[in-house]
């Protein structure tokens, strides 16, 4: 122990004596550690940090499966629910869930909020008990049940501030008012329910009971001793027995379970390896170059080790005092580089796209736990280990006899040159990989905002509101509020036109409903499926839509006349390639009678879901011959006028019970939507991870080059005196630096090229091995390599002969 603090303060006191060193060794790792500290942390809180429910590795997702069809995942129908959860033997509980849209009616008026509603035994299920109060009694399953509500923890402070007493409380969502009987522990966040403010019970009723009619998801406990398969080919036998028992609305309808985790992270699991893989090369590069650096610091050491040495102390003494410099150094760039990560904690949390934030709200708290610091403990010493042990390897056994000669001029054997030079040839192949992938990520994105989405984006903002169903009962009295609400837009000045549609673009497509052509007889084996939208006239016109056959919907399209709709190209090129789809009727399937609808015209597709995918087949119905609770609102403008106050009076006036959801810009969304936002986080991270690995394989370059020219100049002066020319002095040094840049580039090629597979769920219409971000990035790294190694190639040329020869 006593020999362990004499290293640390002999340490200590060399760093002291080499402050240059000692500042860019800090700060390179701590860039490099706190990089790693901070991505970590999302990685942990994502992929390895334990869900917030009792044994939540046995938690399933469940949903159903239609094999064949257009869209195959969906949610379960309550009867499918139901006969699922009674007939299985696999799972201990099951519970479904379905997160709405609600008005909560406060103090201030009515507000736009999330609900989640769920099936009494749920929280049971998940093995969370409320922290004031119960559950739901087992009657609220069904209409007719308690009216009650569970808060979040998040609900009950931004609510009641906390009330001790809320137990027993009303509140009223949706026009119904409701009892709180349960406050649930701040830990809880349901992360599929979003960011719900309020529980309530299923209270099933109407058409939510129908056999077609999808819209409850399924979590499931598996039962001591039951694993994923066996649970699986349970399902697939009750799915089987439920199709034949309802041919009519279950042929081809099977269950599916996914781990509840992997539902939950998928699609960020690339995301974050990606991010991962980026800093951990960003570190090694930071250990490349201080190797580098302690290689050549060591050389000029030489005569203190020997002198040590020729005194008695050993190979390995001598590697431990080196070693533990390196450690000294960077355990204090750990500490810098946590501090860092803190900073940029907040930074990273907000940059995630916001359907992540969604679906992991507990990436909201991100915080340096237990785990975290564990992780950048161990690349803290790891990172001491990797740039230290080697140079103190080899400055461990020097030449004693050479080293201790007067006058002599302290030399780099070649085994170090060639170490330097590895090293070198390292952070650009590193650098290559990360700027390549920069490059492709960059691409695709812009690539994708490029996207048509099939109406014109500029000068659209958007909202959303609802009904609330006690005060809005009666389909008249739907159609009449929003006509009124579109009259009274288009009377605002600047603006030029407003409509309604029951789902706002690349937000979500909505629900589907299955039809088939023609109307009798049915043949449900011919059975189409299409989102459906209702919308007003006019909406079209105010998107920008193009009408590619037939019409329009008008004010005469109204609930006294003929059922009509419109399709996208998308469902016309499907169901009528060659015909002429005008005319036709569509008849939806899920009653027994009849439903039946003409199509009056066909419309170009505009992108529902999300930008990368292709448009989905779409029926547009007139909103007054479907209304609709729920309705976004969009408003072309003359130009970007201020209209966000003239709107929430105009809201106000109709009906002040009626919530306003936030005023948005289409841009907005459209840079928003999920898969625009899942793309700008990496690329933009990884470009910045690719530019510090730019930089500091630049100083890499540099600063070996520097030092070879510092330790040749008395070679360097020899070639002059002897004729060269200083020309030939300058080739001599930037051929070096070229040389170790080709070497990096062409091996950062390959490894490019083998790590593009991972970038691969990432991009969009751009290939990981594009051949000209390959190209144009190794011109980059040439060119760069080519100005760090003209600084010291000159200053070799500049060198005078007989003052080369003084200095030594």
Known sequence: MPTLFHDLRYALRQLRKSPGFAVVSVLTLALGIGANTAIFTVVNAALLRSLPYHDPGRLVYLGETRSGAQYQKMEFS?????????????????????????????????????????????????????IQGRSFAPNADLAGGERTAILTYGGWQARFGGDPNVLGKSVTINGVPRTVVGVLPASFLFAPSRFSEFYLPLGVSGWRLRRNAHWILGVGRLGPGVNLERAQAEASTIASQLATEYPDSNPGVGIAMTPLREELVGTVRPILLVLMAAVVAVLLITCSNLAGLQLARCVTRQKEIAVRSALGATRSQVVRLLLTESLVASTVGGVAGVSLAYAALPLLAAALPSDQQAIMPFLRHLEIDKAVLGFTAAVTIGSGIVFGLVPALQAARPDVHEALQDGQRATAGALRHRLRDGLVVAQVAMAIVLLVSAGVLAKSLRKLVRVDPGFRVAHLLTFATSLVPQRYRDEAQQIAFERNLRERLQALPGVKSAATVSTLPLGNAGGTSRFVIGGHPRVLADEYEANTRQISPGYFGTMGVPLRAGRFFDE????????????????????????????????????????????????????LGQLDRKPTPVVYEPYAQDPNYFMGVVIRTEGDPAIADAVRSLMHDLDSGVPLGSLTSMERIVADSPSVAMRRYPAYLIGAFALLALILATLGVYGLLAYVVAQRTRELGIRL????????????????????ALAGVLIGGIGAVASGRFLATLLYAVRPTDAAILASTAALLMLVALLASYIPARRAASIEPMVALRSE
């Not at 099951?94 to 849209?101: D, F, I, K, L």
């Not at 027994?592 to 199509?599: P, S």
Request: without cysteine; aromatic residues 10%; charged residues 20%.
């Open 721 to 740: 005196a002897l004729g060269a020319k200083r020309i030939d002095l300058l080739r001599l040094v930037v051929g070096q630096g070229m040389k170790l």
């Open 78 to 130: 309550y009867p499918d629910f139901v006969d699922f959860r009674d007939q299985n033997h696999s799972f201990s509980g099951v519970g479904g869930y379905s997160p709405v849209n609600a008005t909560y009616l406060g103090p201030e008026g009515a507000e736009p909020v999330l609900a989640t509603v769920v099936s009494s035994n749920f929280f049971e299920m998940l093995g969370v008990a409320p």
């Open 556 to 607: 005469h399209d109204d609930a006294k006349a003929p059922h009509v709709a419109i399709i996208n190209q998308t469902l016309a090129d499907l169901l009528f390639a060659g015909r002429d789809p005008i005319g036709q009727r569509i008849d939806y399937t899920y009653t027994k009678d009849h439903d039946i609808w003409q199509i009056v015209g066909v419309v170009g597709d505009e992108n």
